[in-house]
C-alpha cells in the first residue's frame, strides 16, 4: 500500500518529468492552471525570462 508521504513524492516525480518536457517561450508562453475546491486559478508563464505574463483567478469580482 502506498503512504501519502510517498504518494506526494511520486506526484513530485511526475510533475517534474512533464515540467522538463514542456517549457514557455516569449513566442508561445506556457498556461499553468491551479483548481482548488473553490476557485481556479491560471497564469501565463514565460519560462525562457522566468516572468509570469498575466494571472487570473475566478476570485476575482469582474469575472464575467
Given at each position: 500500500?502506498?503512504?501519502?508521504?510517498?504518494?506526494?513524492?511520486?506526484?513530485?516525480?511526475?510533475?517534474?518529468?512533464?515540467?522538463?518536457?514542456?517549457?514557455?517561450s516569449?513566442?508561445?508562453?506556457?498556461?499553468?492552471?491551479f483548481?482548488?475546491?473553490?476557485?481556479?486559478?491560471?497564469?501565463?508563464?514565460?519560462?525562457?525570462?522566468?516572468?509570469?505574463?498575466?494571472?487570473?483567478?475566478?476570485?476575482?469580482?469582474?469575472?464575467?
Open positions: 500500500m502506498t503512504t501519502i508521504r510517498s504518494r506526494g513524492a511520486m506526484r513530485r516525480k511526475r510533475h517534474e518529468r512533464i515540467r522538463l518536457r514542456i517549457t514557455g516569449a513566442e508561445r508562453p506556457r498556461l499553468s492552471v483548481r482548488s475546491a473553490k476557485y481556479i486559478y491560471a497564469q501565463v508563464i514565460d519560462d525562457s525570462n522566468g516572468r509570469t505574463l498575466a494571472a487570473a483567478s475566478s476570485r476575482e469580482a469582474d469575472l464575467g
